[in-house]
Structure formats: C-alpha cells, structure tokens
C-alpha cells in the first residue's frame, strides 16, 4: 500500500472549521476505490496543525488521487486556509491494513 502523513498548518481564523473545509474532499477521497482510510487529527499542543493519515491500495489508486476533479479542486480551495505549504511523508508499504501494536497488547474484552 501507499501510506502517506501530511502535516497541514492552518491560519488560526480557519483552524476550527478545518473539518468543515475538508469536508466535500474527505469524503469524496474516501469514496474512491483504492482508498484504504483517510483520517485527519488535530494536535493536542497546537490547535492549529492537523495531520492527515491516508492509505492507498497501490500506486496506482494513489496516482488516481491525485487525479482525481475533487483533488484537483482541494489544490485551489485549501491554501487559500493554510499557513505554509503541507509536509508529507509517502512511502510504499508491504501491508494491505494497520498492523496490532504488539508492545500495548489489550486482552480480549467480553
């Protein structure tokens, strides 16, 4: 899979509607085909940073993102909200979902 974190810096006038802003993008993104999740969260030291954790079947899904009208339309409707310019981490995983964080095993409840 395609496994990408994105840190977005929002002006502070924006932050609060961020989730609102994203909205129509986020839920086209997770319509399409190839998307395994994509799930914003919100810094608990900085209410201006969110950071984006999304996953893609494979390259191509990815490159079909980014293809896609409703990223083409997030490129002209989100940094007209941002601070500076997003930092990404993207790289190729052998896995097709998260894996169990083995080290904070959670008994079986029930």
Known sequence: ??????????????ADRW?????AFT????????????????SLDDPNDYVL???FRDGEAG??????????EAQQTLPPHLA????IVNMEVPQEDWSL??????P???
């Open 63 to 72: 490159g079909a993102h980014v293809r896609s009208a409703h990223f083409k």
């Open 101 to 106: 964080l083995g080290e904070m095993a959670v």
């Open 27 to 42: 839920r086209a993104t997770r319509a399409e085909p190839g998307c395994l999740w994509f799930e914003w969260s919100r």
């Open 108 to 110: 079986e409840r029930g």
């Open 53 to 55: 954790v999304e996953a």
């Open 84 to 87: 500076g310019t997003p930092r």
């Open 1 to 14: 899979m395609i496994f990408i974190t994105a840190k977005f810096r929002v002006l502070p006038e924006h």
């Open 19 to 23: 989730p609102e802003i994203t909205e």
